[in-house]
């Protein structure tokens, strides 16, 4: 609805009311609109391995500079280069910025926004992949969830902007316990959060499908909805993406869906998605490759102010324009406390599931640690034996090199079995009790009566 609209229908309610002089400025200028926009940037500074990193940076900056877009949330931008090179590209449009330092190399979070970043926070997360995978890099990275809360028309609009873990292998994943866990605890910092704020939205590369455990957790435990109400986005992989393998774009379904858009709005206000769609998909003007591997993702808000004003007249004529207006526009739409109701089953449900999979990952552990100390044993009585004999005639220097690399295993075998070991066992049984701890919390209120 547009402030014309209610105009229109509030010209019909006085000629009927005969000589009601009711005011309606204050609920119109209660009307907030935000476009949204998402984006991996796929900013890895390394040659050969993002392609055409700098021109597509290029190429981003001056299409977020255009004015379409009200807050952008971005991921992978890695470089300290590109970040400056975003920021001064959209200065004059999206003038408040704020990158979320973090790891070794940062946490590659940029949040660009039209208004005034009044605040911000970064949360880690307790498990983050593997320091030794250095091919995946994950770990380096010092990933988490970023939170920026943003003052949009005198409103406090909170904006959490995030990058799970990547899946490397679908057939033999073995960061789903890593990313369920981020989830998880996505999920709480969102709800821990809330504050004053009259909306929040998550918006990152959450490397999750809806079908995905991963997804179901951070939708169903955070109390947020997707933007998205289609079956066909596809947000990486796509067919027409230049960056898509012909391997890839060869197969059935065409891509996946994992960069995403949430949201929750407070009590008081009403909050519609009027748009939900791909603005990118094209290759970057007058070139042949896209602006990134993943899509950008693009969802237009619409928060309108619900609460009652202080003179009766107006506030029983206002609701009654607004309860025809959902009826009219939301014939399948329920409550909140009944749609709260439905997800019940679906939130016990994806706790379950996931703390079973963080007990199948601590099991992995004692494993693991009992695999690395006989290693450890055996490599300590190899070496053992080294400093007992000589070298051989003329294998003096590879005995050497022989003694330091089986001295150099051996130490990573003990920090594996031990000090990694047990990071990673607090980490995931950090997780895995707020869950239960959850469970536990609908359990009780469920029992509770009902007045």
Known sequence: KTPSDYYDVISKVNKKEGNCT??????????????????????????FVSKDREERIAAIGLELSSGKYDIVSLQEVWSRKDCE?????????????????????????????????????????????????IQHADWFGGKGVGLCRILVDK???????????????NNNDDYKTHRVIQAFDTAQFIRATRGDS????????????PHDLTYKVLLYTSKMQDCCASENIVTNEYYKNSYTSTNRSGKKPLGVHIDHIFVRNSELFDLSVIDYELPLTDPVPGQSFSYSDHEAVLTKLHLRDVRPSAAEGE???????????????????QTSSKT?????????????????LCESSLDQLNVDRIFYYSVGVILAFI???????PAPLGFKTFY???????????????????????????GILSGKVAMELMLRSIEIFENVPKH
């Not at 909306?199 to 499908?209: E, K, R």
């Open 400 to 426: 050497i090199i022989l003694k330091f690399l089986i001295s150099g295993i051996l130490m990573f075998c003990i920090f594996m079995g031990s000090v990694w070991n047990y990071m990673e066992l607090n």
């Open 85 to 133: 090179s975003l920021k001064n590209a959209t200065e004059a449009t999206l003038p408040y910025a704020h990158y979320f330092y973090s790891g070794v190399i940062g946490s590659g979070l940029l949040v660009l926004s039209k208004y005034p970043i009044i605040s911000s926070f970064f949360h880690p997360w307790s498990v983050n992949g593997y320091f030794h995978r």
């Open 340 to 356: 709260d109701e439905c997800h019940i089953s679906r939130r016990v449900a994806v706790l379950h599931e996931s703390i079973s």
């Open 315 to 333: 506030s029983s004529i206002l609701n009654n324009l607004m309860k025809n207006e959902r009826h009219e526009n939301n014939e399948v739409c």
């Open 383 to 389: 070496l053992v034996v080294f400093l007992e004999y």
């Open 155 to 169: 409103h406090v609009v909170h904006l959490y902007n995030t990058h799970l873990h990547a899946e490397y292998n």
């Open 22 to 47: 009711c005011n309606f400025s204050f609920y119109l200028d209660m009307l907030l609109n935000l476009s949204i926009l998402t984006l991996n940037v796929w900013g890895i500074p390394f040659p």
């Open 198 to 209: 009259v909306l929040q939205i998550l918006a990152g590369d959450l490397n999750a499908q």
